[in-house]
């Protein structure tokens, strides 16, 4: 890291959290991670061999603070643990732009508050390090107290080993409300009544679930991985030219004008911060909502016939050998 930073806080030891601290520290920065002594990220930060604190100690300790807890706990965490043990010319690090984008936590003036976004879960973040390697990461400064602000989030992206592959500058408000947007048109809430509308449809139609199964679920893997490796181009190479002619004429017959529409409304929605809101409020209030509609996508057919065909998929079951 080409600045000054003394100690790196890494606040929570989840997926991000983990491969924060374990990278960083391998990259020879001074690392404390920040966690209740009786919670499970204690017990695995210390059984890899990290120092420990309580959030608190640890922010006192640290030039830079990386808040890599869930969101919303983050207003708790900074009001009782983080604001009094800021100094001067600290810096307060995001993994996702929601708490400051959305007001949820207010920075003192005195410090650079910034954000690095790997492009990958904590896990592929950890092992492509491992590999000597990296995974692309956004960057993003929202306040400059130092005059060192930009450097100093594009040295932390270098740390988790993100700058060997890409570090692309974006603004908290780019990163926060395209990323809420891709997980809920597309990466997630769109795929996934994607597939059980194509389940629903063929097994209401008479076809056999498991075959469904196949067609709707299972198979989106060999689709996806050729997307992500190789793009449209990758995917049309791999697959028959009977799969691509009915993907150029069918397609757009599903996602249509009319869909297009409701994805601009989803985006507005997500931009005056009325889901920022919704979501905010729903925790308060306990996640009644969310519990309901989890427990409504649990109890889909799709579930209980996925669980019977993968128990005998061997190559998904690392306690189950595959056949020599």
């Known amino acids: 890291m080409t600045t000054t930073e003394t100690t790196i806080a890494i606040i929570g030891y989840g997926s991000q959290g983990r491969a924060h601290a374990l990278n960083l520290h391998e990259s020879g920065f001074d690392v404390v991670v920040g966690v209740r002594e009786d919670g499970p990220g204690h017990k695995r930060a210390t059984q ?24 919303l706990s983050h207003q708790e965490i900074f009001q009782n643990s983080i604001v009094t043990n800021l100094s001067p010319n600290d810096a307060l690090l995001f993994a996702h732009g929601f708490t400051v984008h959305y007001g949820q936590i207010e920075p003192p003036a005195m410090v ?3 954000l690095v976004a790997p492009k990958g879960p904590g896990d592929l973040v950890r092992r492509e390090y491992q590999r000597g390697r990296g995974v692309p990461c956004l960057f993003a400064v929202h306040q400059d107290a130092t005059g060192t602000a930009d450097a100093r989030a594009q040295a932390y992206a270098a740390g988790i080993g993100g700058a060997k592959t890409k570090a692309i500058k974006t603004s908290f408000a780019e990163e926060t409300e395209t990323d809420l947007f891709g997980e809920q048109a597309v990466l997630c809430g769109g795929v996934t009544e994607l597939i059980t509308a194509g389940f629903d449809t063929l097994v209401d139609a008479g076809y ?3 075959v469904a199964y196949y067609e709707c679920l299972h198979e989106l893997k060999l689709i996806v991985d ?3 490796e190789g793009g449209l181009s990758k995917m049309h190479k791999y697959i028959s030219e009977t799969a691509i002619y009915g993907d150029l004429t069918a397609g757009p017959h599903i ?5 297009r529409n409701r994805m601009r409304e989803i985006l507005s929605h997500i931009q005056k911060g009325n889901f920022a809101k919704e979501w905010i409020s729903e925790n308060q209030a306990g996640k009644p909502k969310y519990q ?13 016939v996925g669980a019977r065909l993968r128990a005998d998929m061997a190559w998904l079951n690392t306690s189950k050998p595959l056949a020599e």
Do not use: W
């Not at 604190?53 to 969101?71: E, F, G, K, V, Y």
């Not at 996602?255 to 869909?259: F, S």
């Open 292 to 304: 309901s509609l989890m427990q409504q996508d649990m109890a889909h057919p799709i579930e209980q």
């Open 226 to 228: 050729l997307l992500y």
């Open 208 to 210: 056999q679930p498991e």
């Open 48 to 71: 890899d061999g990290l120092p420990t604190a309580s959030p608190a100690d640890a922010a006192a300790q640290a030039s830079l603070i990386a808040m890599l807890t869930p969101d």
């Open 255 to 259: 996602i249509n004008n009319e869909t």
């Open 112 to 114: 650079d508050v910034v």
